[in-house]
T-cell receptor
Framework: GESVGLHLPTLSVQEGDNSIINCAYS??????FIWYKQESGKGPQFIID?????DKRQGQRVTVLLNKTVKHLSLQIAATQPGDSAVYFC?????????FGQGTELSVKP | EAGVTQFPSHSVIEKGQTVTLRCDPI?????LYWYRRVMGKEIKFLLH????????ESGMPNNRFLAERTGGTYSTLKVQPAELEDSGVYFC??????????FGSGTRLTVV
């Protein structure tokens, strides 16, 4: 049968502070990485992506960093706002399929 | 362009009944994925279609779950008979080859 899922780690930040959400992956063949944001009652929404030939990519208030040496991905959110409260999932392209990492629940305190 | 559509948005059924979830992907997206999120926990992969073929169904929990994608367009995920532990939110996503997935809003399934 299916294994019991893991409860999500949580991150609580003050409004206006920067947030850093981390994710580790295990398959060195993964070549495409995506961050999704999931708000309650909605499906995951695309935030930003990065391919394995890059180590950094910036969007609007968000930056994704990729460290292939240690198989680590991070999402930085600048000047975090209450509307950023959600669950954030990293996603990897693994053998042509998209696999979600564990996810982190971000809570923004006003 | 229309997004990924899932139907129904909510379903409450009794243990032992059958439920069929439907996903309409973005037109032209060959890849279609099903995922499940149990309350407060991670999103788990169920299976992956490329067109009408099952590319990977390693995440399907047991033989009570059956997914189809006839003609390579919409997909259905049937649970028969449903058990209490099948409750959760079922997400569908579609993508072009090598592209990001676009997700539907999910179907919240409650088995009582």
């Amino acid at each position: 049968g299916e294994s019991v899922g893991l409860h999500l780690p949580t991150l609580s930040v003050q409004e206006g502070d920067n947030s850093i959400i981390n994710c580790a992956y295990s398959n060195s063949a993964s070549d495409y990485f995506i961050w999704y944001k999931q708000e309650s009652g909605k499906g995951p929404q695309f935030i930003i992506d990065i391919r394995s030939n890059m180590d950094k990519r910036q969007g609007q208030r968000v930056t994704v960093l990729l460290n292939k040496t240690v198989k680590h991905l991070s999402l930085q959110i600048a000047a975090t706002q209450p509307g950023d409260s959600a669950v954030y999932f990293c996603d990897f392209n693994q053998g042509g399929k998209l696999i979600f990492g564990q996810g982190t629940e971000l809570s923004v305190k006003p | 362009e229309a997004g990924v559509t899932q139907f129904p948005s909510h379903s409450v059924i009794e243990k032992g009944q059958t439920v069929t979830l439907r996903c309409d992907p973005i037109s032209g997206h060959d890849n279609l994925y099903w995922y499940r999120r149990v309350m407060g926990k991670e999103i788990k992969f169920l299976l992956h279609f490329v067109k009408e073929s099952k590319q990977d169904e390693s995440g399907m929990p047991n033989n009570r779950f059956l997914a189809e994608r006839t003609g390579g367009t919409y997909s259905t995920l049937k649970v028969q008979p449903a058990e209490l532990e099948d409750s959760g939110v079922y997400f569908c996503a579609s993508s072009q080859v090598g592209g990001q997935g676009t997700f539907g809003s999910g179907t919240r399934l409650t088995v009582v």
